[in-house]
């Protein structure tokens, strides 16, 4: 009867169905007591109103009825809601990220996705953090949806059922691209799941390091990498303090890196070409970079040696 995307489905559906059911059976029986009091109790049928006064056995009733079914209401919903606080200890272990406007998963040996790929019939925990504002963390499938709040940490723990893509939706207001923030849970054998974690990279160390972010926000690593190896530029890699040979106006020279030497590189890319490598490629960020980002720039490359 009830999808079994998720341990806690069953749960949760129950409660709904019971508490429709019980809603149900109010409308139908109240409205038809009531169209049969308008016709049964019509003025012409019954001329003179008559006042009935405390009836102790009816007043009894409609407190007690409705007391017992509100409490069942609430404890169906109370025996599906403990569970979901009550993560198993051996989970396996994953953190979500939420920020504007996106889903970080990190899994253990500090690999990250954008996508949260799980095993089937494994029980997962997922700790939920947010860097900046408040976020969502909901898959309407697996009836789960928890905040992700800056400063406190949350977690969301279930027991994925079915392999398949599920929805991952924010679903609190978040600012601007809010309705963009949305991923997918994909649930997968086992055994495809840890070959995929294998192959997920590993985070980069410097992702928040403030010059790399300047760095990534202009696209300087589509040309560019920090590990030392050539691209279609150099690497930037050791640039401070190695003698450079370059090419300033056709003439051969050499040159030791420093602040001025990358300053001038990206503003004026076309003016010290390095070695070995083509001019023309390079366009000047002298209006995308301030002062200000270069010196982060700079503070960042110098960390590369
Ligand atoms: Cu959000």
Request: charged share 20%; hydrophobic share 40%.
């Amino acid at each position: 009867m009830f999808s079994n995307a998720s341990n806690f489905v069953q749960g949760v559906d129950m409660a709904f169905a019971i508490i429709v059911g019980i809603s149900l059976f109010f409308l139908i029986t109240l409205t038809g007591t009531m169209i049969y009091f308008v016709v049964r109790y019509d003025h012409k049928k019954h001329p003179e109103a008559r006042q009935i006064k405390d009836n102790k056995w009816m007043e009894a009733t409609w407190i007690t009825i409705p007391l017992i079914l509100v409490l069942y209401m609430f404890y169906i919903g109370w025996e599906g809601f403990i569970p979901m606080r009550q993560a198993p200890k051996d989970a396996m272990q994953i953190t979500a990220i939420g920020k504007m406007w996106k889903y970080e998963f990190q899994y253990e040996g500090n690999k990250v996705s954008d996508t949260l790929v799980i095993p089937i019939n494994k029980a997962v925990k997922i700790s939920l953090k947010s860097v900046d504002v408040l976020h969502g963390f909901s898959v309407p499938s697996f009836r789960i949806k928890e905040d992700m709040v800056p400063v406190k940490d949350n977690y969301t723990w279930f027991i994925p059922g079915e392999l398949g893509d599920f929805d991952l939706f924010c679903t609190v207001y978040c600012g601007l691209n809010h309705a963009y923030m949305h991923s997918i849970v994909r649930v997968v054998p086992e055994d495809q799941f840890n070959e995929w974690v294998a192959y997920l990279p590993e985070k980069n160390a410097d992702a928040e390091n403030p010059g790399y972010k300047v760095m990534e926000k202009n696209g300087c690593f589509a040309c560019h990498n920090t590990t030392g190896t050539r691209l279609v530029g150099p690497s930037f890699k050791g640039i401070y303090g190695r003698k450079i040979k370059v090419m300033t106006d056709g003439v051969a020279r050499e040159l030791i890196g420093d602040d001025s030497y990358v300053e001038t590189s990206i503003y004026e890319p076309n003016k010290d070409i390095s070695d070995g490598y083509p001019a023309n490629i390079m366009q000047s960020y002298k209006n995308s970079i301030n002062k200000e980002d270069m010196k982060l720039i700079q503070e960042y490359i110098k960390t590369l040696k």
